[in-house]
């Protein structure tokens, strides 16, 4: 078979012989050569492609073997017509003595009319010598009606990758063309749909898929390639034209099996029943739910009997102390399953399982190498110590107060506290520990291992204590009284630092020495150790703590010198050991006056001439004074009368004053003045108050 197009061109058989003139009149035939002329036909007449042409477009080809003395003799002239089943004359007798060896003709129905789709006659003949030979005659079939729309469907909207999906074509709705259905051309791309056939109207016999007629209606697929295509179908007429419009549909493939996870189930330790629940994923068909032969998830518990559940989730509980094992499978929307015997692993976890609590109890406290080390062991035979949780806390025995948490360290089933026993006052105290396991199942008691309860008598550790006072291994000290106009002293030399005085007073400028013993309970000595000397000065000084690290000697002493500076108060303090109490000895006080000085411009004042002017300072090492000064107090004093202030002057920022005065009283002529300054106590001032040295001016 040859392709048919548009305008079918059909090839007629040489005939050329036929179509010269090289015989004479029918009168000189003899009987031999009449007979000859009567056994002569034409023989198989058709068109090109025998069967149904949707063109109205025609060629006719036929056989006439003549023989060559036949030929020489008589003139043979050859014709066709074309007529419908009825016997009306569509094309009329026409000659076929062109030389051309290809006849084309086309049905022409009377009025103009389109030629209607239906079976026709072509006869063709010769004449000759008066007479025709028999008329030979082959069919025209003509069809130009295409069919309607052919349907696709291929079952579901999913197919698994080891599937085979089977497309199946609903035939054509109506009235079916005059020629039939020859069968369906069928097209599959991935991107989007495409027609079968290459021409708009029709296809060719290679291009129609199933020529099967309209009961040709099933086409396997073969395995696809997980992802979309697109299977487009049209019916194909006896006459090679095609259905209007190519109808589609979708055929998703996955080849993936879900994915599959089990929440709650991480392997950890639980002190109560587990809720685990398998969850299936799957990009492509997905879980969504739909109905028994849809998608499903199971979970199993110890190998247990399943539990099924429609779409993408399923859950079981799980109690019992132990391990468990819990499995899950999954099938998804196009049947890929995992995990239910297809070769791909059940996704499985272990689920632990503790409620028993575990055991504790005091294992270590008072030990005299480590007397603050408190311990505790923790035990349990199923899901162990927790290894970073536990605590240790203390309270006063029989207080009945909330029990004061430690700082404690976890670790291989031990608990461990050091407990500050310094910050505590003296008396006995109960201790709670509280153990956990894996799990997280509590035990706490105020026991140790013997059952007796947990109790310490504060201070556990060898009591350290501290003697502190002025001066340096030995202070002497003069103890005065006055005595009439005077005073009268006794020198008293002191060792012990505990009977020297609290309390010293010092002139500006000048340090002093301080000393102390660090003894044991028993009074030995400990020496060895740095003990800070803490100075906390008066407020309004620059700096407000000034802490000096010294260490004692073999004697258990040590001795420091106090810098010049502002007032402050005086302690030793000792931090303790691992063995021995912390210690603070008593505070001593030091006082140091205010430096203030004073001049005057002259030491004779002429009365009523000028004045005298009186000018000093403040000092201020260590202190700060105002940019608006600070006040001093001007006092004078004649001969067996007190002193008395005459003026309150104010210092500048650098503790500077001065003051003019003028004698204008004649009784002051010849008298000897004592003047002075006083700086007076002043919130906010580091000093003690002072006088200045006085200075003498006398009235002239």
């Not at 295409?146 to 709705?173: K, Q, S, Y």
């Not at 509590?442 to 008598?457: C, D, I, K, Q, V």
Request: some cysteine.
């Amino acid at each position: 078979m040859k392709r048919a197009t548009r305008g079918v061109c059909l090839l007629l058989g040489s005939v050329a012989a036929l179509l010269t003139a090289g015989a004479s009149g029918a009168a000189a035939l003899d009987d031999a050569t009449r007979e000859q002329l009567r056994n002569l036909r034409v023989e198989d007449v058709q068109t090109e492609l025998a069967g149904w042409h949707p063109d109205n477009d025609f060629s006719l080809f036929w056989k006439l073997d003549v023989p060559e003395t036949l030929a020489r003799q008589v003139r043979i002239d050859l014709y066709y017509r074309v007529l419908d089943l009825a016997g009306v004359e569509l094309v009329p007798r026409t000659p076929a003595t062109t030389p051309s060896s290809v006849r084309h003709f086309s049905i022409d129905p009377p009025g103009d009319l389109p030629l209607q789709p239906g079976r026709y006659v072509a006869e063709v003949w010769f004449e000759a010598d008066g007479s025709e030979g028999r008329r030979a005659q082959s069919a025209v079939e003509f069809d130009d009606r295409r069919p309607a729309t052919a349907i696709p469907f291929a079952g579901p909207e999913w197919v698994r990758g080891d599937a085979e999906p089977v497309l199946r074509i609903a035939h054509p709705a109506g009235p079916q063309p005059l020629s039939g259905i020859r069968g369906y051309a069928v097209s599959i791309r991935r991107d989007a749909p495409g027609p079968p056939c290459a021409e708009p109207d029709r296809c060719s016999e290679a291009e129609t898929d199933l020529d099967g007629g309209a009961g040709d209606d099933t086409l396997a697929l073969g395995p696809l390639a997980e992802g979309s295509h697109f299977v487009s179908v049209v019916a194909v007429s006896g006459a090679g034209l095609r259905s209007p419009t190519a109808e589609s549909l979708e055929i998703k493939v996955d080849a993936t099996p879900p994915e599959l996870t089990l929440g709650g189930a991480d392997g950890s330790w639980s002190n109560q029943p587990v809720r685990v629940v398998a969850r299936a994923t799957d990009a492509l068909s997905g879980m969504a739910v739909a109905g028994a032969g849809g998608p499903r998830t199971t979970i199993a518990v110890d190998g247990g009997t399943p539990t099924v559940v429609q779409g993408d989730e399923a859950a079981a509980i799980v109690a019992g102390d132990g391990v468990h094992t819990v499995t899950a499978s999954a099938r998804d929307a196009a049947g890929n399953v995992r995990g239910e015997g297809d070769g791909s692993a059940a996704p499985s976890a272990p689920v632990r399982i503790d409620e028993a609590p575990p055991t504790v109890s005091f294992a270590r406290a008072g030990d005299p190498a480590a007397p603050e080390l408190i311990e505790a062991s923790v035990n349990d035979g199923l899901s162990g110590p927790a290894p970073s949780r536990g605590a240790i806390a203390v309270r006063p025995a029989g207080s009945g107060q909330a029990f004061e948490p430690l700082r404690t360290t976890v670790s291989a089933g031990r608990l461990s506290a050091q407990w500050d026993s310094d910050s505590y006052p003296r008396g006995e105290y109960e201790f709670r520990a509280t153990g956990y396991d894996a799990a997280g199942n509590p035990t706490s008691t105020t026991l140790r291992a013997s059952g007796a309860r947990m109790l310490l008598t504060n201070p556990v550790k060898a009591e350290a204590a501290l003697r502190f006072g002025f001066g340096g291994r030995q202070l002497v000290w003069h103890r005065c009284v006055r005595a009439g106009e005077g005073r009268r002293c006794r020198r008293e030399v002191i060792k012990s630092f505990e009977r020297r005085p609290a309390t010293r007073v010092i002139p500006y400028g000048r340090g002093l020495q301080v000393g102390g013993r660090l003894v044991a309970a028993s009074g030995a000595p400990l020496p060895g150790f740095t003990v800070d000397l803490v100075e906390t000065f008066a407020a309004g000084a620059t700096t407000q703590t000034r802490t000096t690290q010294v260490t004692t000697d073999a004697a258990g002493v040590f001795l420091a010198h106090l810098a010049p500076g502002p007032s402050r108060r005086v302690e030793a303090r000792f931090g303790g050991g691992r063995l021995l109490t912390r210690s603070t000895s008593r505070q001593l006080r030091l006082g140091v006056q205010t430096a203030v000085r004073l001049r005057a411009s002259t030491a004779r004042a002429a009365i009523g001439g000028a004045a005298v002017v009186f000018s000093g300072s403040v000092e201020r090492l260590g202190a700060a004074i105002p940019s608006y000064g600070r006040p001093v107090q001007l006092q004078f004093r004649l001969p067996g009368m007190p002193w008395t202030e005459f003026r309150t002057v104010q210092t500048d920022a650098e503790g500077r004053f001065h003051y003019p005065y003028s004698f204008s009283d004649d009784d002051s002529r010849g008298v000897r003045f004592l003047f002075r300054a006083y700086a007076p106590p002043q919130p906010g001032w580091p000093y003690e108050p002072a006088v200045s040295r006085p200075v003498t001016v006398t009235g002239s």
